[in-house]
């Protein structure tokens, strides 16, 4: 639900660069950084993300929401 509020408050080609920059840092596993994208991408949007609290806690046991999170970005 997150991902898609995203979509309809931001323009396409920004929601992109979010997505490829969170695409990136996981397949580099910098998880502080897909946490930080997460909240620059937060405040930019103006959308809260209240499943982030389970990745800053912890980030490996809750990865498959942040791939669900990406894999609906973009979405319309």
Known sequence: ACAMEVNKKLEKNKVES???KLLGSIMFKDYDRVCTILM????????????????????????NIIYTFINTLGLN
């Not at 982030?52 to 490996?60: I, K, M, P, R």
């Open 18 to 20: 979010y997505k490829n």
């Open 40 to 63: 620059k991408l937060s405040m930019y949007s103006k959308v809260q993300f209240s499943f982030a609290y389970s990745l800053f806690d912890n980030f490996e046991d809750n990865k």
